[in-house]
C-alpha cells in the first residue's frame, strides 16, 4: 500500500471547519483514500473514501487532488466530540491488507 | 451502517492461561477479517489477515501459535490468546470488510482490552 505522510497534531475552534491534510504521492490507479478516526479507547470509525472524484457524506467531505496526489478531510463544523486520531490510508479496498501511519491528532477547543 | 461487534470488551485473565476474543459482523457477511493490536499512544498495527475457510495469513513477527486465529463463519472470527503473560496486555481490535471488489468498506469493531496478570 502507498505510504501517506499527515501532520501529526492540528488544533480547531468549534463550529470552525477542520481541513486535515494526506499526502500520497505514490498512490496506485486502484488505490483509494479512506479517513478513518479512532477517539480515545475505541475502535476506529470509518468516515468516508474515494477514489479521484471528491465525496461527502452527512461526516465529512473529501476533497482530492487531480493528480490523486494529495487530499483534505473536511469536517465543516468542528465540535468538541471530534477530538480524535484521523488516520488517512490508501488501499484498494479489496484484497489487499490495510495498514495504519502515525495519523493526526485533531483537538477542538472551545 | 455496517456493523462490527468484539465480545469481550475487556478482559483480565491470568498469566498462562488462555483468552478469546470474538469478532462478528452484525449486517454482512465477511470474507475477510484483519486482527489489530495497539499499545497506549500508538497506532494500530496488523497482526493478521483472517479469511473465511481458510488459514490466515500473519505478519511478519507475529507468531501464530500464540495467537489462533479462526474464521469459520462469513460472520465471525476468533483471536486466542495462548499462554497469555503481561506483554500480551493490549488492545485488541478486529475489523471486517463488506465485500470482495475494489473500494468496499472496511468497518472496526469497537476494540477489546486483555489484561494479564
Known amino acids: 500500500d502507498a505510504k501517506t505522510t499527515q501532520p501529526p497534531s492540528m488544533d480547531c475552534a468549534e463550529g470552525r471547519a477542520a481541513n486535515l491534510p494526506c499526502n500520497h504521492s505514490?498512490?496506485?490507479?486502484?488505490?483509494?483514500v479512506y479517513w478513518y478516526r479512532q477517539i480515545h479507547s475505541q475502535g476506529p470509525q470509518y468516515i468516508i473514501h474515494?477514489?479521484?472524484n471528491n465525496e461527502t457524506n452527512e461526516m465529512a467531505s473529501l476533497i482530492i487532488t487531480e493528480d490523486r496526489k494529495s487530499s483534505t478531510l473536511i469536517l465543516p463544523h468542528a465540535t468538541l466530540r471530534d477530538t480524535a486520531v484521523y488516520y488517512c490510508?490508501?488501499?484498494?479496498?479489496?484484497?489487499?491488507?490495510?495498514?495504519f501511519g502515525t495519523g493526526t491528532q485533531l483537538k477542538v477547543e472551545l | 451502517g455496517a456493523v462490527v461487534s468484539q465480545h469481550p470488551s475487556r478482559v483480565i485473565c491470568k498469566s498462562g492461561t488462555s483468552v478469546k476474543i470474538e469478532c462478528r459482523s452484525l449486517?454482512?457477511?465477511?470474507?475477510?477479517m484483519f486482527w489489530y493490536r495497539q499499545f497506549p499512544k500508538q497506532s494500530l498495527m496488523l497482526m493478521a489477515t483472517?479469511?473465511?475457510?481458510?488459514?490466515?495469513?500473519?505478519e511478519q513477527g507475529v507468531e501464530k501459535d500464540k495467537f489462533l486465529i479462526n474464521h469459520a463463519s462469513l460472520t465471525l472470527s476468533t483471536l486466542t490468546v495462548t499462554s497469555a503473560h503481561p506483554e500480551d496486555s493490549s488492545f485488541y481490535i478486529c475489523?471486517?470488510?463488506?465485500?470482495?471488489?475494489?473500494?468496499?468498506?472496511?468497518?472496526f469493531g469497537e476494540g477489546s482490552w486483555l489484561t494479564v496478570v
Open positions: 475489523s471486517a470488510r463488506s465485500g470482495q471488489g475494489d473500494g468496499n468498506t472496511i468497518y
Open positions: 505514490t498512490i496506485s490507479g486502484n488505490e483509494y
Open positions: 474515494g477514489l479521484k
Open positions: 490510508i490508501v488501499f484498494t479496498g479489496g484484497g489487499n491488507k490495510l495498514t
Open positions: 449486517d454482512f457477511q465477511a470474507t475477510t
Open positions: 483472517s479469511n473465511e475457510g481458510s488459514k490466515a495469513t500473519y
